[in-house]
């Protein structure tokens, strides 16, 4: 079993719904970090999280440290939110990754 | 401030050459860690090193593989004698503190033909 388990793999959506992506870890963590990776192939961090929640723009993400999970929402989705969006847990150093979420919003 | 850059970006070597891959981290950043995305795979890290030491290398392949990161200059991911199965993409990122956000470059797409 994967140490970072994410869900779904893959996701439609019509532009304006509103998404949401799944995180779950199994390993002790100092933080929890959100990446979305571009069709180019280009990594943006978007948000790094140790506990509660952030807000930037559109994007929501959350965390619950007792039950080794956070979401990832997306507020109006937009074609230019298509990418993969990858969760990645932090424990001493160095990053664990998810698989990735491919997202695909569609006009 | 420039963002953490890489080169070469595209990479193609033959069975048996070396390939050298470059990253300079962002300016006031010490931090510089390696990934590796194999193709359709998600990505694995491979290294973490500070100014002239190798903090963890656990996810770095026992023989062919080694980093630096001197004092002055780029870090460097070096692969000698690469095989086919070496293709992937390769990912670095700094920080300016290891619990702070890491940035990313570009990456490097290595092709070994």
């Known amino acids: 079993k994967n140490e970072v388990e994410q869900s779904p793999q893959n996701l439609t959506a019509q532009e304006g719904e509103f998404i949401t992506i799944n995180c779950s870890y199994s390993?002790?963590?100092?933080?929890l970090h959100w990446l979305q990776q571009h069709p180019g192939g280009g990594i943006v961090s978007l948000f790094m999280l140790s506990s509660g929640k952030k807000k930037h723009g559109r994007l929501i993400a959350t965390i619950n440290i007792q039950e080794k999970h956070s979401s990832l929402h997306i507020t109006a989705s937009h074609p230019r939110d298509s990418a993969v969006y990858i969760c990645?847990?932090?424990?001493?150093?160095?990053?664990?990754f998810g698989t990735g979420t491919r997202l695909q919003v569609f006009p | 401030n420039a963002g953490v850059m890489q080169n070469p970006r595209h990479l193609v070597r033959r069975r048996g050459q070396e390939a050298r891959l470059r990253c300079s981290p962002m300016?006031?950043?010490?931090?510089v860690y390696w990934y590796r995305q194999l193709p359709e795979e998600g990505l694995k890290f491979m290294v973490y090193?500070?100014?002239?030491?190798?903090?963890?290398e656990s996810g770095m392949p026992k023989e062919r593989f080694s980093a630096e990161f001197p004092k002055e200059g780029p870090s460097i991911l070096r692969i000698q004698q690469v095989v086919r199965g070496d293709s992937a993409a390769y990912f670095c990122?700094?920080?300016?503190?290891?619990?702070?956000?890491?940035?990313f470059g570009p990456g490097t797409r290595l092709t070994v033909l």
């Open positions: 090193l500070q100014k002239e030491n190798i903090i963890d």
């Open positions: 990645a847990v932090r424990g001493l150093d160095k990053l664990i």
């Open positions: 390993v002790g963590i100092s933080a």
């Open positions: 300016k006031g950043h010490s931090h």
């Open positions: 990122a700094s920080s300016p503190l290891p619990p702070d956000t890491q940035y």
